[in-house]
Nanobody, 124 residues
Framework: QVQLVESGGGLVQAGESLRLSCAASGRTFGVYAMGWFRQAPGKEREFVAVINRSGGTTSYAETVKGRFTISRDNAKNTGYLQMNSLKPEDTAVYYC?????????????????WGQGTQVTVSS
């Protein structure tokens, strides 16, 4: 029943930053864990980060740890991904997703709701 819309993607140079947003419809956003995934051309979709329902616990892929920060504002029904020190290899379509059960937060199968994605392109 939840609709998700990502925004904030764009074209930046290596070393710059972007902040992605994930706006959720409905009033049940706070009951779901939220994850970010990305998919580059010719590659499979991969896990980026996840945050639990209250925002107190986060986990990141090793490739983005220390550079990306996931957060959420349940009062605004919105999640975020702050991306710093961007690299060309970060270029991909970024998707937000919601999960009611986090048995494997790095796995796509754990997420029931997905947005349409937002393009992030990092030039060198």
């Amino acid at each position: 029943q939840v609709q998700l819309v990502e925004s904030g993607g764009g074209l930046v140079q290596a070393g710059e930053s972007l902040r992605l947003s994930c706006a959720a419809s409905g009033r049940t956003f706070g009951v779901y864990a939220m994850g970010w995934f990305r998919q580059a051309p010719g590659k499979e979709r991969e896990f980026v980060a996840v945050i639990n329902r209250s925002g107190g616990t986060t986990s990141y892929a090793e490739t983005v740890k220390g550079r990306f920060t996931i957060s959420r504002d349940n009062a605004k029904n919105t999640g975020y991904l702050q991306m710093n020190s961007l690299k060309p290899e970060d270029t991909a379509v970024y998707y937000c997703a919601l999960s009611g059960i986090l048995t494997a937060p790095w796995a796509q199968r754990s997420y029931a709701y997905w947005g349409q994605g937002t393009q992030v392109t990092v030039s060198s």
